[in-house]
């Protein structure tokens, strides 16, 4: 099992230890590094900056927002970084939803997000392997475009500049059943937003098809902490933001998937106080037992013994969101 770094994205401004982290991480043999977007800082510039100050640890966006750039742009981004970085970019894409994709990006949400997805990758799979101009009979993306308020001169077109590899890996940050098993077939990879390794009864069967190879990078915070409790107040803020503001009352893409691994009735519990306007209740409400599985808090000794049932089940890579340099080196050591 791998180690990489996971930053997220920024808050107000950019974080000033992003950088030192990275390059800790890189120094430490650490794998990879990846950032994210939401609706404020993206995910690319922060991988080019990052990437211009290491040499070595490979570059992941977890996740660049599909909505947020046609595939052929988001595919123009990808082998741009991936020159200039030397060939290390892992492009890790996602949905999102309906909150973001119509509020932030001015968008319709696909009434088929499966089929959206498939078309977003194979344009951009075309793109990055240049055999023939780029075309896509699809409902999403079509290519050329052919709508009723277009003007019908569009033309395939092939990118100018040649990808520094075809085979680039392609990675989706997917939730529901139907979409990760759909990942297996499409994808190089798959980032789960939650990962339980006492519940991976609940991915059985979506994985089920993986092919040999495919990478399964889950996100975890990790705290070297002597308080648990205190350890897993940043994971339950997260999980109440996610579960409670990352959607509608009626679509949320996260509660649902909480609600899956057991914790249905604390999942809409977190959600009605959430969207009542009582926030720091909801946080309260996230059960400790359910960020305590999904992350790795507490003594160093306490983090061994739980590290052990993750590396035992089918996880390639595991992301670790941590706060200091501390963390990462202990992890590090106990991955060797």
Known sequence: ????????????????????????????????????????SDAFTALTWIAAHTTRIKLGTGIAQMAARTPTATAMHALTLDHLSGGRLMLGLGLSGPQVVEGWYGRPFPRSPLTATREYVAVVRQVLRRERPVTCDGDYHPLPYDGPDGTGLGKPLKSITHPRRPDLPVLLGAEGPRNIAQTTRIA????????????????????????????????????????????????????????????????????????????????????????????????????D????????????????????????????????????????????????
């Open 1 to 40: 099992m791998r180690l990489g770094l996971a930053l997220g994205y920024w808050g107000r401004g950019p974080d000033p230890r992003h950088l030192d982290l990275a390059r800790e991480a890189e120094r430490l043999g650490y794998h990879s590094v990846w950032t994210a977007e939401a609706w404020g």
């Open 188 to 287: 190089d990879g798959w980032l789960p937003l939650y990962w339980s390794p006492y519940r991976t009864d609940v991915y059985r069967e979506p994985l089920a098809d993986a092919p040999e190879g495919f990478l399964i990078a889950p996100m975890v915070r990790a705290a070297v902490c002597d308080d648990v409790a205190e350890g897993l107040l940043p994971v339950k803020a997260m999980l109440g933001f996610y579960i409670g503001g990352m959607g509608h009352a009626a679509r949320n893409f996260h509660a649902d998937l909480m609600a899956r691994m057991g914790y249905e009735d604390e999942a809409r519990r977190v959600q009605r106080l959430f969207l009542d306007g009582r926030r720091d209740e909801a946080v309260r409400a996230v059960p």
């Open 289 to 336: 037992a359910f960020a305590d599985e999904i992350s790795l808090v507490g003594p160093a000794a306490r983090i061994a013994e739980r590290l052990a049932l993750w590396r035992a089940g089918p996880i390639t890579d595991l992301l670790v969101t941590a706060p200091d340099p501390r963390t990462l080196r202990t992890l590090a050591s106990l991955c060797a």
